[in-house]
């Protein structure tokens, strides 16, 4: 297992602690019977005040998901096909049948995705950047929910005064609290969000860990209503 693999394996455990876990395969038993190769990633539903938190998060997703074995379709090529097939609005391709995707694409899964929170915090002498993104993935066969997940991470932008006091020590710690909201790449907190939410997920067959992850515990989640999606 990567580095990186085994440091989510920590901190899922650490958060099995703090909140209900459930076993992979009592959270999601479908993935375990449908066993999905393919995955199409549906541009997602931005409910941020960011316009262009869609851009940015598109670049974050394929490899991840990749990275726990599955085959992800190149975002250009499902963007074009979709333009093709006149869906333009995400909104509305979360309205169309998951069959339609198997149908123009092959896919053995889609992958829903809302953007939730992509927002500065601001308040004057304290700071802090937030990303929450919510994941559902169906079955294109019978268009059932096979698995879902959601995180939030946020960064603390608060500035420091500079060992000075009064009100040069404010000043400075304003001005730190400025620089530093304003200089956060979101583009990594949507990355650690996705690395969160994915090893939340059984992994593909193109894993070595494949068949041998159904024991392994993770934060039990609630799933998400139709309306909340659509919101």
Not at 53 to 64: F, L, M, N, Q, R
Not at 88 to 98: A, H, I, K, L, R
Not at 121 to 128: A, F, K, M
């Amino acid at each position: 297992m990567k580095p990186t693999a085994v440091l989510l394996a920590l901190l899922a455990g650490i958060l099995a602690g703090c909140a209900e876990s459930i076993t992979k395969q009592e959270f999601a038993p479908n993935m375990y019977e449908d066993h999905p190769l393919t995955i199409l990633v549906l541009p997602p539903i931005n409910k941020s005040t960011a316009a262009d938190a869609k851009e940015y998060y598109t670049t974050t997703v394929a490899e991840p998901l990749t990275n726990m074995g599955y085959y992800v379709f190149p975002m250009e090529v499902v963007n074009e096909v979709l333009k093709q097939e006149g869906m333009f609005d995400t909104e509305t391709m979360f309205n169309v049948p998951p069959q339609k995707f198997k149908e123009y694409f092959g896919a053995d899964a889609v992958m829903y995705v809302t953007i939730l929170e992509w927002n500065t915090t601001y308040l004057v002498t304290s700071g802090s950047v937030n990303v929450k993104i919510a994941c559902e993935l169906k079955s294109t066969t019978t268009g059932e929910v096979l698995w879902f997940y959601d995180d939030r991470v946020s960064v603390s932008t608060t500035g420091e005064s500079g060992g000075q006091t009064g009100l040069a020590g404010l000043l400075v710690q304003v001005a730190t609290t400025a620089i530093k909201t304003a200089a956060t790449d979101y583009v990594p907190l949507a990355s650690r969000a996705n690395q969160t939410i994915l090893f939340a997920m059984p992994f593909g067959k193109y894993h070595k860990e494949y068949e041998k992850d159904r024991g392994m515990k993770i934060e039990k989640k609630k799933q998400p209503t139709a309306e909340q999606g659509k919101k």
